[in-house]
């Protein structure tokens, strides 16, 4: 292509995007002033060099196979996002060919994108804020091993050390996740989550890492992978145990040397992420059991946050149902309705082995399908109204005399016949096989007169 004719280089200078053009020989031709603006250089100083004469000899090694790669047609076209004085660049390069298909140099095409950027975060962080609002239970709790996790929490979310969250289903670990990244230097940064049991084993390592246009069939595009998504931010490793031992060693290097290596890409990426991972299962065992790597276990587990089952915390049950009741009333737009007795003492018998998780959609059922202005058990869901889930009595012979231990096995079975039946007393007497009358007395003598809401 030889010199830049005039007219061209006339429309080139007041172009917003920086453009650099280099000959065959990868001599500079032509800097517009936007390129000398993005990229901090000054054109009369590099037209007529070798680009060769203005990097530093350590790079040399990178921009020769790039060029080569270019000129020989196996790499028409490259991406690469750039970090520098606290600005972010996306440079372009292509190969400019002649109608004979002749290689006539290398165009480079910078973009300043440090506003796109972090408007882009800031609206992912945005959007994750409304679906965590969504998706979340309030963090409400008054239990003293709640009040344990959360001073722990508060002490590391300044720090960049990785974190291993544990807990059974439905404990609220990723909201605990949540308020972890807002209370970190992160929290303006995104926050990636991904599933590592629902990802395709034969996808790991593309979904994790990265890959390049063509890397495999169906890579139609450039995908940057979830490790260079997070970039200045936190991922989130969910359901760890489920990632296979292969996907496991190539995680613990990323961990270890904070660089990702794309399928199919011919350069490494440094990358700067917050790493938190969350497991229901007992890593100690799997790794005992060869199912996971002992190296990459320590590795996650600098910091350990576990999050108790529900029934561990028998404080939080009624505060966070109540919390659930006003979340949803005011969502359905519909009157906020309180808990009667019976079904306060249901929940707090229940063994709740879906933890926070099954109290959220019990409280939604109540507040969608419910009437009135109190939630009877008749309003929750089957599952919570089974008694072979209900915790043992505490009635023993060894605290009471046989009189005071038959009078309240009598009073608990009336009461969860009671509940069984919504508090009508004609179907629970039924269910008795005692006159309307009788359950009538004994529930005088029980205090469940006022207890039991009709």
Known sequence: MGPVPDVLRAIISHMSDGVIYLDSQHVIQLCNPAAETIRQVNAERIVGRSIFDIHPRRAHPQISELLANLQSGTLPISHRIVQAQGRCFENVYSAVMDVHGDF???????????????????????????????????LVFSSPMMKRLLSTLEAVAPLDSTVLISGESGTGKE?????????????????????????????????????????????????????????????????????????????????????????????????????????????????????????????????????????????????????????FADKMKKPLRQLSAPARDLLLRHSLPGNVRQLQHAMERAVALGQGEIVLPADLPADLRDSALLAPSGYSLGANTLKEALGGIERELIQQALINNAGKKIPTAKALGISRKTLWEKMQRYDLANNVTF
């Open 104 to 138: 006539l140099g290398t165009l480079l095409i910078s973009r300043d994108i440090t506003e796109q950027r972090r408007l882009n975060n800031e609206i992912d962080h945005l959007k994750h804020a409304m679906t965590a609002k969504e998706s979340c239970p309030p």
């Open 175 to 327: 909201c605990i996740l949540d308020l972890l990244h807002s209370l970190s230097p992160r929290s303006s940064q995104p926050l990636v989550k991904i599933n590592c049991g629902a990802l395709p084993e034969n996808l790991i390592e593309s979904e994790l890492f990265g890959h390049t246009r063509g890397a495999f069939t169906g890579a139609h595009t450039d995908n940057k992978g979830k490790f260079v998504s997070a970039a200045g931010g936190t991922l989130f490793l969910d359901e760890i145990s489920e990632l296979p031992l292969a996907a496991q060693v190539k995680l613990l290097r990323v961990i270890q040397d904070k660089i990702v290596h794309p399928v199919g890409g011919r350069h490494e990426i440094n990358v700067d992420v917050r790493i938190v991972a969350a497991t229901n299962s007992n890593l100690a065992e799997a790794v005992a059991a060869g199912r996971f790597r002992e190296d990459l276990f320590y590795r996650l587990n600098v910091i350990s946050l576990e999050v108790p089952p529900l029934r561990e915390r028998h404080e939080d049950i009624i505060p966070l149902a109540e919390a659930f009741l006003k979340h």
